[in-house]
């Protein structure tokens, strides 16, 4: 009989989901990077990034600087063997420059919801899929 594939406790993995996002509230592109694998994998709506450059020249450097000090609000967790779907908020000020659009100071606040699959032994981010109106968010920064 075949072993069964590790399960992360819920408690680590948790932990792991927690401590992501708080990584995202600053500005720092390398500690946020540190949570991705090499070759992940994120599919935002209209975006599918394939690698840890793609997903920072087209994720993290736009967020960082259109909305810097954000807050990623973990709301409710599911979780599998090595992979955890996050229903979560997004809120923050549009302070940069986001989709084209100068800052505009503008509150924002999106609902979404992610799974992540990712590796407990090396505490990263392997794939992941992040659901959120894209439209919605636009429409707050005057984008549309």
Sequence with gaps: MGSSPAVAPVTDAGA????YFRVWQGTDEERILAYYTDDVS?????????GKAAVRDQFVRPFIAGFPGNLHIAKNMIFGPNVVVVEWSFEAEHKGPFAGRAATGAKVKVPGCSVYEYDPARRQITGGRIYFDIGTLLRQIGAM
């Design 42 to 50: 994120l599919v935002i709506p209209g975006t599918t990034m394939n």
């Design 16 to 19: 792991f989901i927690n401590e």
